[in-house]
């Protein structure tokens, strides 16, 4: 083969090449992006359109449903869901995976530009096509200071937020606690209605008198003049000096029916560190950043700002720094990464018992593992716990090829030829087994490109990282390997064992001998190896008994504890800051505690707890101390759980989702009841939630339809008034300085605290005169939801269980249908459904497109097989290593205790395309000497003598390769964990039974052509 032959010939040529493959190797390792974990697209988009005021029915019959029977007919639509809530309308629509985002927004606002009378005061829809669920902060920051939070709020808006926002790959800094300041027009309802007066008059005087108004401009000698007309307010007296209207000739100003008050807006957020009332700022980056490198440059502003705001009696201290788990992880890695190295290379040095041997193998392995970060950045693809630890595994599959070439160089010079000689005819002679089985290794991540599910894009990283490095180590092994082989001619020459090994070498050589004898003893006659076929099948078949329940995606371990409250409808932010304050106590007893902040909000409430880094290992003990310390809690249901690497929302954990769905809500929240019920009783599940929250008070404004026409006043007049008075309504802008700040009219803080007071609000009929809303319409108590949901425009519930994170989420799934739903199910009318969302959903969608790939990489590795052996019969020999490789991975994972999730099943997909190669050199090299004249019988004996070596280096390298992954429990450890179990397991038990079973089909098979003349 010319490319050999030029390797052995120029050996400069080859050193350039590996020297210029390190070189950009090591520049494209520092351009990578570092991140946690693959980049996640899922192709979902939101459309949410604000509200303010409006209940939860108007939102869904004036906002929702017009909306979501336009955006139904939007292309490869998956699945659309809403949520219609206090002031907001939130429509998620899934699509198919692999959809543009981009392109799906677009055809989105073509739907939403069709829709038509929505409400006036509603906003404008915003289109998201970036989830903030798939953008997690990597940093939180808070303020410590002695101030309040509004004190300080200033600083925080005008210098820190800027700043932050600034730092190169920061995409967002949010900002929670203090309250924005507010000029508010205090309405004095009692001097409104004694001079007759209503809340419009108020507003359009403000709005009419805030303005400036050009004028034109008056050329006056040589000099132009620009007239203006000011207008706007300077300072709050003049606000008080407006004149609203005039009564019988004198003037009503503001300041006789309002007070105007500097002050700040309703509270919204309430944020504590470590139980001191504080700021809080979630660090967001951009896409594809080196997460790594922008908390480094955020860490040093926010240096820079202690420096410069201490004298401010501000200091901004780190909370939560999502770089210190990816740090450790990427450590580990890279640590377990040389770890496999130096034991592989060990373990050649064991086997060759030559330096120089094992520097020829070893040095395959820097070579592809840094030229693989060549591919990793023209693809674009990340340095993340992924894709390090598919280099990982890598490390000691990357050596097969080399071992083979070598041994076979080996086995050449002991036929007295030289080195140049030795190095051509020996790689020549292995070149088709070692390309087809790299192909059939690279063939079984070609169907892993096509699963576009959330785990196949994880998947995609281990992939490519597996494939260019082996991909490199076959190009590495046909031009390295010879060229350093055929100068290395003296010590090859020299076939000496390394001083101390011989009686090793010699014990090898027996075991050698003994496994060609059983070879030989247990193909002696066809019903023997029918035999032995049969017993290795049956013990493969009974592994199955020990496949372990399934999961979706692996938890991790990260140092992070939440906990979020679930109040009954209704509790206001006080009562919220009152119960966080009950659950804060006992967590600040604490002594394992490093930092502990908690944001509280009417939309949610969460807590977060980080450990100090001698209690991370193993959070599970504090975070059942924490359940016990907040069990009697009056008033809230608290959910505790350790944060999801994979986690989407704040309700993270193990969980499942179980979706009712029909046209009667009254109906659908019985079933959920019976549904939570029942589901609370199975084994591991710890807790249930619904999305539906009964008994929200209201209070209901109900208009006389009839007597508002006699008046002629509209629903939209009073329900305008209604607003201003009790939530507030913003008027006009007032500026001071270079800021602006919002003018705002609001009833007396004392006038609504009863519904007497609601129906005295007094506003203009039509004919002018002023009428109280007693007049048009009564105010009833009333309670309603919190939320309603939809699912493809039918109302819906969701349930939500948590489950506990040692119980795996098959068992709980299946004991939930054949226990409850499937019941449920039958006695269901047409128009209800129940389903599982969520991981569950995500599970079995997952374990189909992997069972696809399975069976496609299978056919890939047949056909693959088939060319090279110019048979279609010769490769089920070959196959017959696979349900072997799946029987010893059950194995690996079931004796690891390793977690039996979607990635663990990746394992089994990976194993196909490793364990073939095995088989692969048996009957090439079985076919080569039957080619040269031997019995089948000879022949096979024969391959196995020469081969057993070469695949005891390459399995051993593989598995100590993998073994520091597989056995390590840091940061991150249990994304792969199960992975390199799966790996592992399959490989030892294909290893120790392939030299026992291939022999054995390959005796039945040559025996079978032979009296067929085949």
Do not use: C
Not at 218 to 224: E, L, Q, T, V
Not at 886 to 907: H, Y
Not at 966 to 989: C, D, K, P, Q, V
Request: glycine share 6%; hydrophobic share 45%; charged share 20%.
């Amino acid at each position: 083969m010319k490319l050999i032959d030029l390797s052995i010939q120029r050996p400069v040529t080859v050193i350039v090449g590996v020297l210029l493959a390190v070189l950009f190797g090591t520049l494209s390792l520092i351009r990578i992006p570092i991140q946690l974990k693959p980049k996640v697209e899922k192709p979902i988009i939101t459309v949410t359109t604000d509200y303010p005021g409006a209940a939860p029915q108007e939102v869904e019959e004036q906002i929702t449903i017009p909306m979501e029977e336009k955006l139904n007919s939007v292309e490869n639509l998956r699945e659309i869901r809403s949520a219609s809530s206090e002031g907001r309308s939130r429509i998620t629509l899934e699509f198919e995976w692999g959809v543009d985002r981009t392109l799906a927004g677009m055809d989105v606002l073509k739907k939403l530009n069709l829709v038509a009378d929505l409400p006036d005061d509603a906003e404008e829809p915003i289109i998201s096509t970036i989830s903030r669920d798939e953008n997690p902060p990597i940093l939180w920051f808070t303020l410590l200071t002695d101030k309040t939070p509004n004190q300080v709020r200033k600083i925080a808006e005008d210098i820190i937020k800027p700043r932050m926002e600034r730092v190169p790959g920061v995409g967002a800094v949010d900002l929670y606690g203090g309250q924005e300041r507010e000029i508010r027009v205090a309405l004095d309802y009692r001097a409104m209605e004694a001079r007759g007066i209503a809340v419009e008059d108020v507003r359009n005087a403000l709005i009419r008198e805030n303005r400036n108004v050009r004028g034109g401009h008056i050329d006056d000698g040589k000099r132009r003049h620009v007239v203006r007309t000011v207008g706007r307010f300077a300072d709050l007296k003049e606000i008080e000096r407006t004149i609203v209207t005039h009564r019988e000739g004198s003037p009503i100003f503001i300041r006789d029916i309002a007070r105007v008050v500097d002050t700040f807006k309703d509270k919204s957020f309430t944020v504590k560190i470590d139980g001191h009332p504080s700021i809080a700022f979630p660090v967001r980056k951009k896409e594809d950043e080196n997460t790594l490198a922008v908390a480094e440059a955020v860490l040093k502003e926010i240096e820079q700002l202690n420096e410069e705001l201490h004298y401010k009696g501000v200091r901004i201290i780190v909370s939560y720094n999502a770089a210190d788990y990816i740090r450790e992880a990427i450590d580990h890695l890279k640590s377990s990464l040389a770890l496999g190295a130096l034991l592989a290379a060990a373990v050649l040095f064991l086997f060759l018992r030559h330096l120089y041997f094992t520097f020829v193998v070893s040095l395959t392995i820097p070579i592809s593992l840094i030229a693989t970060f060549i591919f990793l950045n023209l693809t674009g693809r990340s340095i993340n716990i992924v894709s390090l630890a598919g280099l990982g595994f890598a490390v000691g599959m990357v050596v097969d090829n080399a071992i083979v070439v070598l041994e076979n160089i080996f086995r050449h010079l002991q036929m007295k030829k030289d080195a140049m000689q030795a190095a051509f005819d020996g790689t020549v002679e292995v070149w088709g087994a070692i390309f087809a089985s790299t192909l059939t290794t690279l063939a079984v991540f070609i169907p892993i490109v096509f699963v576009k599910e959330e785990a196949g894009q994880l998947f995609k990283d281990i992939a490519l990282s597996l494939s260019y490095a082996v991909a490199i180590s076959l190009l590495a092994s046909i031009t390295v390997i010879p060229m350093l082989a055929a100068r290395g001619e003296k010590i090859l020459h020299a076939g000496r064992p390394a001083k101390g090994l011989g009686p090793r070498y010699r014990a090898a050589a027996k075991l050698q001998n003994m496994i060609v004898s059983r070879v030989g003893s247990l193909t002696a006659t066809p019903l023997r190896s029918l035999v032995t076929i049969l017993l290795i099948g049956a013990a493969s078949a009974l592994s199955l008994l020990f496949l372990p329940p399934a999961e979706y995606l692996p938890a991790g371990n990260r140092n992070l504890v939440l906990t979020t409250m679930d109040a009954p409808p209704g509790t206001n932010l006080a009562k919220m800051e009152e119960i966080a304050d009950q659950v804060l106590h006992p967590y600040l007893q604490m002594k394992e505690t490093d930092h502990i902040f908690s944001v509280i909000s009417n939309s949610f409430q969460i807590i977060g707890v980080i450990f100090r880094k001698e209690y991370k290992e193993n959070l599970q003990p504090y975070i059942e101390r924490m359940r016990k310390m907040t069990r009697e809690i009056a008033g809230t249901r608290l959910f505790t759980f350790q944060a999801n690497i994979f986690q989407r929302g704040l309700r993270g954990g193990k969980t499942i989702k179980v979706s009712v769905r029909g046209d009667d809500l009254t109906r659908l929240a019985a079933l959920s009841r019976e549904i939570a019920g029942a589901a609370g009783k199975i084994e591991g599940v710890v807790n249930t939630d619904s999305s539906l929250k009964l008994g929200n008070p209201e209070l209901q404004v109900r208009i006389d339809r009839d007597r508002a026409a006699d008046l002629s006043v509209s629903a939209e007049e009073v329900a305008r008034v209604v607003e201003t008075l009790v939530a507030g309504r913003v008027a006009s802008i007032y500026r001071e300085g270079g800021s602006e700040f919002d003018l705002t009219l609001r009833g007396g803080r004392n006038d609504f605290l009863t519904t007497g007071y609601l129906e005295k609000i007094l506003f203009t009929s039509g004919d002018g005169r002023p009428i109280h809303l007693s007049s048009v319409a009564r105010v009833v108590r009333a309670a309603g939801p919190t939320r309603i949901d939809h699912i493809e425009l039918d109302r819906s519930i969701t349930l939500t269980l948590f489950v506990e994170r040692s119980v795996p989420i098959e068992n709980v799934m299946r004991k939930l249908n054949e226990n409850i739903l499937n019941r449920i199910r039958a006695a269901l009318p047409p128009t209800y459904s129940i389903d599982l969302a969520g991981s569950a959903d995500d599970l079995t969608v997952t374990r189909r497109a992997l069972s696809g790939s399975f069976l496609l990489a299978v056919i890939i590795i047949y056909l693959l097989i088939s060319a090279l052996f110019e048979s279609f019969l010769s490769p089920f020999i070959i196959l017959f290593t696979v349900p072997l490789a799946a029987s010893g991975a059950i194995i690996g994972v079931k004796v690891s205790g390793a977690e039996f999730n979607v990635i663990t099943m990746l394992g089994f997909i990976i194993l196909s395309g490793i364990v073939v190669n095995m088989s692969i050199l048996l009957v090439h090299q079985a076919k080569n000497f039957m080619d040269q004249g031997r019995t089948p019988q000879e022949a096979i004996l024969e391959s196995t003598r020469t081969r057993i070596r070469p695949i005891f280096m390459s399995t051993t390298t593989s598995i100590l390769g993998m073994l520091p992954l597989t056995l390590g429990h840091a940061a991150g450890t249990e994304l792969y964990r199960g992975l390199g179990a799966a790996i592992i397991g399959g490989l030892t038990f294909s290893t120790i039974f392939t030299l026992l079973l291939t022999p054995a089909l390959l005796s039945l098979f040559t025996r079978f052509r032979r009296k067929t003349g085949r």
